[in-house]
């Protein structure tokens, strides 16, 4: 997943380009500016990926080549739909050496035939070719025989998959604890395929093109289930943590049926929901217009779990609410700024989170020019700055990490001297602007994004990634306990545009150690480094 992302460029978003021809056939360009400067160029295919035939089970791979000043960044489409990147399903890399951009498949399905397209864009162009896929399936052979049998034996057994959930009367489930097999595919159902990769960690699951192909199955079968009783579902929110000591879910659907039951569940069990605002009832309903909102109160341990909205006797939505082992160790405090100052709340945590949510007025706050949020290093102290406040940005504040919360007031106190308040206004925005000095861009190699530490699941793959600037251009090596990985066929490596890269397909014990990053140029030498944990198997079954 690693790969995974969208190239926002002005041709990409639809807007009107120059059109080129190319001197590859089937190739086209699109030229962003009128005139481009001089020796800057579009991009364009030296050579284009071609079509393939191959057979199900095999290694197939499109290959590329392109041109263009500054050097194009290579994005590759599927003509039907979203292309998932996954080292056991599709992935892309790059051959420095030969200069060649690869979309692989290393077993290839009868489901990734389709058309693909190829884009090589930079800021002054776009060059997209096409090249199709055909497969050819096999017969039902002793391998396919073999494969099924594996997945009865584990987890992915058809009749979990096939036979619907024990029913009363009434629609509702029958009451009784929830297996974990049945809880990865109601977290998979509902979840973003961004996901996907991490909850096949968290369970175990190693064959991630078979649990792609059911799962598809299963959203194709979920979705014909769920027409019968909602017209239309539009946001689904999972369980998110308020500054008020509760959580909520939110859904967005319209009822075929005005009288439709609903029920929420945890972990396969019902829980008692009330549609009035009671303080003697843990859970609440209330519904606002098409928008159905669960309340969980007085959060506790006990709540963790996985929370299931049924409508109809149909699951429609699944949420998996964790609570981790955090509290607050130093609250925050109440802040006094005078107007258009700044003001900053603080807590310490007693156990690392890489974020937790601040609230202002009950309001979810995000980094932006007014609001600035930031972690330590250690990630154990939170702050929050208001910029430049103002009376209205007076009132209660609020930190909430797991399910803790604290919360404090800000207290903006008017300023009352108009000149006093004219200057601070001036101030704020003047600018000094530095003597001019001749320009010289040549400076030595310099990691402006250093490398992570990296820990990974045995087999799985391990994507590192650090970004470093020179001129003249650093030459880049790759190290591992001090060997250069540059020609070990083992490691992807990549330098595109400073932002040099290293895969490793599947991480093995002997991948453990120390990685270190090398650049060097004519005017000195950097290097950064950082180690690699690989963790064992997960100890649940080998289907799951």
């Not at 017969?139 to 036979?163: D, I, P, R, W, Y």
């Not at 604890?177 to 049945?182: G, I, N, S, T």
Request: with cysteine; hydrophobic share 35%.
């Amino acid at each position: 997943f690693q790969f995974m992302h969208t190239l926002c460029l002005p041709c990409a978003q639809g807007e009107g380009g120059i059109k080129k021809k190319s001197k590859v056939p089937g190739v086209m360009i699109t030229q962003f500016l009128e005139e481009l400067p001089e020796g800057k160029t579009t991009p364009d295919f030296t050579r284009k990926p071609i079509a393939l035939t191959i057979q199900e089970g095999k290694h197939a791979f499109f290959k590329a080549i392109v041109v263009g000043d500054p050097q194009p960044i290579v994005t590759w489409e599927r003509a039907s739909g979203e292309l998932l990147f996954h080292p056991n399903v599709c992935f892309q890399r790059y051959d420095e050496a030969a200069q060649e951009h690869y979309l692989e498949f290393p077993k290839v399905a009868p489901e990734d035939a389709d058309t693909y397209k190829c884009y090589a864009t930079n800021e002054y162009g776009r060059a997209v070719c096409t090249a199709v896929l055909n497969v050819i399936e096999v017969g039902f052979s002793m391998t396919k025989q073999l494969q099924k049998a594996k997945m009865e034996g584990g987890c992915l057994t058809e009749e979990m998959h096939n036979s619907p959930l024990s029913r009363k009367t009434d629609g509702s489930r029958e009451d009784k604890p929830m297996e974990a097999e049945e809880k990865v595919w109601e977290i998979l159902l509902s979840a973003d395929k961004k996901d996907y990769e991490r909850i096949c960690c968290d369970f175990g699951i190693t064959d991630f093109r078979g649990m792609l192909k059911k799962l598809t199955e299963m959203k194709k079968e979920r979705e014909e289930e769920i027409a019968q009783f909602i017209s239309h579902i539009g946001t689904l929110k999972p369980v998110e943590v308020k500054d008020d000591d509760c959580a909520t879910i939110e859904l967005d659907m319209d009822l075929v049926d005005s009288g439709s039951k609903i029920y929420l569940y945890k972990d396969g069990v019902m829980v008692p929901v009330t549609r009035e605002e009671s303080d003697g009832m843990k859970h609440n309903l209330k519904q606002v217009g098409n928008k159905y909102i669960f309340t969980i109160k007085n959060l506790g341990k006990d709540d963790a779990g996985l929370y299931s909205v049924d409508v109809g006797g149909v699951n429609v939505f699944s949420t998996e609410f964790k609570v981790p082992e955090v509290d607050f160790a130093v609250k925050i405090q109440e802040v006094k700024a005078e107007e258009r100052e700044d003001a900053l709340f603080q807590c310490v945590l007693t156990s690392p989170m890489n974020e937790i949510k601040w609230y202002g007025k009950s309001a979810l706050l995000s980094n932006s020019e007014k609001h600035e949020i930031t972690a330590s290093e250690d990630k154990l102290i939170h702050k929050l700055i208001v910029r430049d406040c103002l009376p209205l940005d007076a009132g209660i504040y609020a930190a909430v990490a797991g399910i803790k919360s604290c919360n404090a007031w800000l207290i903006v106190e008017a300023d009352k001297d108009p000149a006093k308040k004219s200057k601070k206004s001036a101030q704020k925005f003047t600018v000094n602007m530095p003597e001019s000095k001749p320009c010289d861009l040549q400076c030595a190699p310099k990691f402006i994004v250093p490398l992570k530490q990296h820990t990974a699941p045995q087999g799985y793959e391990c994507y590192m990634s650090c970004a470093v600037k020179g001129d003249p251009t650093p030459h880049v090596t790759w190290l591992r306990n001090s060997i250069s990985l540059n020609t070990d066929t083992n490691y992807f490596v990549s330098n595109t545009c400073g932002v040099c890269s290293l895969l490793i397909l599947k991480v093995g014990s002997k991948d453990t150690g120390e990685y270190k990053v090398v650049a060097e140029n004519p005017l000195g030498r950097a290097e950064c480094s950082t180690k690699l944990t690989v963790r064992g198997k997960s100890e649940l079954g080998s289907g799951l």
